[in-house]
C-alpha cells in the first residue's frame, strides 16, 4: 500500500515541522523576556526611567505571543490528535508559555519598582542586585537555548544552577534589612529592592520550572523532586527563602 | 447505521463522564488549597507553630494532586483526541491546576514565614492581615465553585472583586512600611508580614486567573484585558501595585 504509506509519511513529516516551529515560537517568546529582563536591569542599574518606561510597555508584547503559541499549540491538538511523545511536546509548551508570560510579569514588575526607586535615592549598592540579574539571566538564557536544542544536559545544568541564586538572594534580603536597620531614611526605597530581588529569584525558579518542563518533554520523565542542595545551611536558607 | 450511531452516543456520553471528573478533580484540589490557605491564615493569627508546620507538609498533597489531575488531562487528550469545546475545557484544566499548585505554594509561604516569625513579635496588628485573607478566601471559594458548576456570572464577579483585596493590599502595604519607620525593631518582623500580605495579593490574582479560565472555558471568549477600575487613584495603585 505505498499510498498510504507516503500519506502517513508526508502526515509525520508535516507534524515534525509544526512542532519546530512550536519549538521555535517558544525560543522567540523567550527571547522577548530575556531583552525584557536585560533592559528592566539596566534600567534600575543606570536609574534609566524612560528605559523602564518602555519595559513596561513592552511586556504586552509578550503577552500577546503567549497567546498566540497557546492558539497554535491548540490548533495542533485539535487538528493533529498527537499521542505519546508529539502530545507531551505540545501540552510541555502549554506549560512553559505560562512560565515565560510569569517571567515577563516580574521583568516588567522590577521596572514598575525602578520608577518609583527613582524618586528616591537608596544607599543600598545596586551592584549585588546587577551580579544577581546577571546570574539569573545566564541561567534564563541557558534554559531558552535547551528549549531549542531539546538539550536535556543544558536543562539539568539549569535546574543545579538556581541554588547559586537562591543563596545571592538570602545574602540581599539580610544585608537590605541591615540598611533599613541603620537608617529609617532606607525603609521606603530598600522596600522595593527587597521585592526587586525577589521578582529576580522568582525569575530564577520560572527558569528552573521551564527546564524541567524541557527535560520531561524530551524524555518523559520527571528530575527528582528535590535539586541537589550545597550544603545544611544552604539547604535550610532555601527552605525558608526569605 | 444504527450501530455506529449507537456507538458514537456512547462514546460522546462516556467523554462527558470523563470532563466531569475532571472538573471535580479540579474542585477537590481546589477544595484543597481553600483549606491550606484557612489553616495557613488561622497559624499566623493565633501564632500556631505546629498548625503551621502542618501546612508546610500539607502542600506534598496538593501538588501530587496536580500531577495526577495532568496525567489525567493528557490521557483524555491521547485517548479522545477532543475537539473544540471540548478541547477548551481540557486545555483549561491543565491551565487551572498550575494557577491552583500555585496558589498552595503561596499558603504554604505564608506558613513557613508563620514559622520564622513566633520568634519575634510583631507590634503590628494581624487582624488587617486576617480580613485581607477573609476576602481572598471567599474569592478563592467562589471561583472554585465556579469551575464546578461552569458558572460564568460567578466567574465574572470573582474577577470583579479582586480589585478590593488589591486595594487593601497597598494599604496594609503602606501601614507596614510606618510600623517599620516607627520602630526599626520592628523591620525583620513587618518584612515576613509584607510577603505574606504580597503571597494573599498574588493568590488573588491567581483565583481571579482561575475565574477567566472558566470563563474562557465555558464560552470561548476572554475576559476583557482589563478590569474595571473603581476610581483614578484605585487604578494608579493597582498599576503600580507596592
Redesign the interface.
Known sequence: MPIVSDESRHILSSFETDLTRLRDMIAAMGGLVETELADATTALITRDAELAARVVEFDARVDAEERSI?QFA?RL??TR?P??ND??QV?AA??VT?DLERIGDYAA?VA?RT??LNESSPAYPLASLAQMSRLVQENLKSTIDAIGDADIEKATAVWRADQMIDDLYTTIFREL?TY??ED?RN??AC??L??IA?NLERIGDHATNVAELTYYAATGTSLPENRPKGDLSAAYFA??K?
Open positions: 497557546e491548540i491538538l485539535a490528535a499521542v505519546a502530545l507531551r501540552v502549554l506549560k505560562t514588575n514598575k520608577l518609583v534589612i533599613m536597620m529609617p525603609i521606603s522596600t522595593h527587597l521585592f525577589k527552605q525558608s526569605p
